[in-house]
């Protein structure tokens, strides 16, 4: 089983300002998937990064997926309030029908 | 529209008692899971199924039982509450094909007291 490492595991910042958080791996995944996990809830999925060097964007949200398909990283621009949660990223084992999660990073953006 | 629905919500147990965490989905998924999540820990498989009368472990089977006799339904069974199975379980379905996205229900917060 590849090691998902998510950076940082907590994140603190003020309305406005900008972030990245990352999804890193020594080994190379076919696909990655990003979710995001609101208090109280379940996750729900953001995006599925594909090809190596893809971009996705989905609002102020960017999605990057590293040219060697080993690492992913996720931008949010001007951060709100409703931003708040835990960020998880996951790949499917081996192409099989499981996940598996990174620890994930939970960020806190202050109104 | 319920997509993936848990109950119940929230449930305090006591050490040696059993319990059933339901779960339905009215997707028609065939693959469907449970998970359990701590505090830091991320999401970790417990048991996983690929339709109807069948089902595997996944990396913390260890005091849990499962069964799919319908594709709607998927209990997770615990025997012999211990405090090290409390935390929040999330159960998840998701259509056939490469890097379909799974839907998570709202999760069932467990405490073993």
């Known amino acids: 089983t590849q090691l998902l490492e998510q950076s940082p595991q907590f994140l603190s910042i003020q309305e406005g300002e900008n972030l990245t958080v990352y999804c890193n791996s020594s080994?190379?995944?076919?696909?990655l998937q990003w979710y995001r996990q609101e208090p109280g809830e379940g996750p729900v999925l953001l995006v599925t990064?594909?090809?190596?060097?893809e971009v996705k964007k989905l609002k102020r949200l960017t999605f990057q997926f590293g040219d060697a398909r080993k690492d992913s990283s996720l931008h949010i621009t001007a951060a709100q309030p409703g931003d708040t949660g835990l960020y998880l990223c996951?790949?499917?084992?081996?192409?099989?029908?499981?996940?598996?999660f990174g620890k994930g990073t939970k960020l806190t953006v202050n109104p | 529209n319920a997509g993936v629905t848990q109950t119940p919500k929230f449930r305090i147990l006591k050490i040696g008692q059993s319990m059933t965490l339901q779960c339905a989905q009215d997707m028609n998924h065939n693959y469907m899971y449970w998970y359990r999540q701590d505090p830091g820990m991320g999401l970790k498989l417990i048991y996983y199924?690929?339709?109807?009368?069948?089902?595997d472990k996944g990396e913390v089977p260890n005091g849990y039982n499962v069964s799919r006799s319908t594709t709607e339904d998927f209990p997770l069974r615990l025997e012999l509450a211990a405090p090290s199975q409390t935390s929040v379980y999330f159960c998840?379905?998701?259509?056939?094909?490469?890097?379909?996205?799974?839907?998570f229900g709202d999760g069932t917060r467990l405490s073993i007291l």
């Open positions: 080994s190379v995944f076919s696909s």
């Open positions: 990064v594909v090809t190596g060097g």
């Open positions: 199924s690929v339709g109807a009368g069948i089902t």
């Open positions: 998840a379905s998701r259509p056939g094909g490469a890097g379909q996205p799974q839907h």
């Open positions: 996951a790949y499917s084992q081996g192409g099989s029908e499981k996940l598996v």
